[in-house]
């Protein structure tokens, strides 16, 4: 992974890095699928043939290749896809890279593209991601009594693990105070409530066979695609299911998870996803980051990386990086971010939009 932010570099650059950095942790060893994976795919000049230039630039011409896009899920859609094929048998090791180049475009013109994922009739009644995004919140709120302030502790925890992040957007913790007094986005959100437009990329080489961040399960999940045919906006459906299937395949209960990663694109989200996975109750996600539940020595770390909120948002790649993060602590590579005790499950949650269609990723040291 190479560091997420403003970065000079294109696209394919940044893919590169990405890239070539995870064929050197393996020692080059031969690829035979490269999946590559970016939602909005921008060069300097239109839409890049993102992968035919990855693979010249890693000199895997001789690899087959897919190309996969599911809007914010594009990293978690592109692990599975490469799972998939190696559980075929079809190939032995493939490289996944996820990649986005965002900062160089203004913020109404990425707002725009964002909202490609939404429903038609969403983004013609002039619906953005963080306004549906501050519906759920509002919604959420209401149905557990909960003041408006419990959404910052959210913020603060993820901004408190990036700081320890070498790779992360934002190194800098913030207070409850900091964040409730950054500008209004869609109350209830705040700007520091919202994860950043960022550039990076991600790369992971998985091969058949068991190792040190061994996958256990794998389930994805949809939901209505507008907000409004949902019958209970406060909790993700697709997240729900795909737990449910996720924990199925690897047979494991949600009680045996360790560590998880989740898709916190607004921070109050990671309250919900951690519900949705099971981890905790309805409703008690906030006091799981109050009490310190979701600390690196907490019962269950929650985003020990900073979460897309702390890390920041490179579209593409943050799927990816959450699985990213699961494999470096169950291998004990996390550096200044490793939880307290090492753990045996993982669990990495990437999420579509509003959560339309949502991936779940379970991960152990050794196969069950």
């Known amino acids: 992974m190479g560091r997420f932010g403003k970065r000079p570099e294109g ?21 035979d699928l490269l999946v590559g994976a970016t939602m909005l795919a921008h060069g300097p000049h239109g839409s890049e043939a993102f992968l035919p230039r990855l ?19 594009t990293g978690g859609m592109a692990f599975h896809a490469a799972v998939l094929a190696l559980e075929s048998g079809r190939f032995e090791r493939a490289l996944v890279v996820a ?15 964002l909202s490609a994922s939404l429903h ?21 709120l209401a149905r557990y009594s909960l003041p408006t302030s419990v959404v910052d502790l959210a913020t603060v925890h993820g901004r408190a693990m990036a700081a320890r992040n070498p790779t992360a957007h934002f190194r800098t913790a913030v207070t409850s105070a900091e964040v409730a007094a950054s500008r209004p986005i869609a109350l209830p959100l705040r700007l520091l409530h919202c994860s950043a437009i960022s550039d990076g990329a991600t790369a992971v080489v998985l091969e ?15 939901d209505a695609f507008r907000l409004v045919d949902r019958p209970d906006p406060t909790t993700f459906t697709a997240t729900r299911i795909a737990a449910k299937r996720a924990y199925e395949s690897a047979h494991l209960t949600r009680k045996e998870v360790n560590v998880a990663e989740v898709h916190d694109a607004f921070s109050p989200f990671g309250m919900i996803h951690i519900e949705d996975l099971g981890i905790c109750g309805p409703g008690e996600g906030p006091a799981w980051f109050e009490k310190g539940r979701a600390n690196l020595d907490g019962s269950v770390p929650i985003n020990p990386s900073g979460g897309v909120i702390g890390r920041g948002h490179p579209i593409a790649a943050s799927g990816l990086a959450e699985v990213a993060e699961v494999a470096l602590q169950l291998r004990g590579e996390a550096g200044d971010h490793t939880i307290g005790r090492r753990p045996k499950v993982g669990v990495a949650q990437a999420l579509s939009g509003i959560g339309a269609h949502n991936f779940v990723t379970i991960l152990g040291r050794e196969a069950t």
């Open 208 to 222: 058949r066979g068991v190792g040190p961040a061994t996958v256990l399960g794998l389930g994805q999940g949809f």
């Open 99 to 113: 990649a986005e180049k965002m900062t160089d475009r203004p913020t109404a013109v990425i707002t725009k593209e």
């Open 11 to 31: 696209l394919i650059d940044l893919a590169t890095e990405a890239g070539s950095l995870a064929l050197e942790g393996v020692g080059r060893k031969p690829i």
């Open 120 to 140: 038609t009739s969403e983004v013609a009644a002039g619906a953005t991601m963080p306004a549906l995004a501050a519906l759920v919140v509002e919604q959420y």
């Open 55 to 73: 693979a010249g630039r890693l000199g895997l011409e001789s690899a087959s290749g897919l190309r996969v896009d599911s809007a914010s899920g």
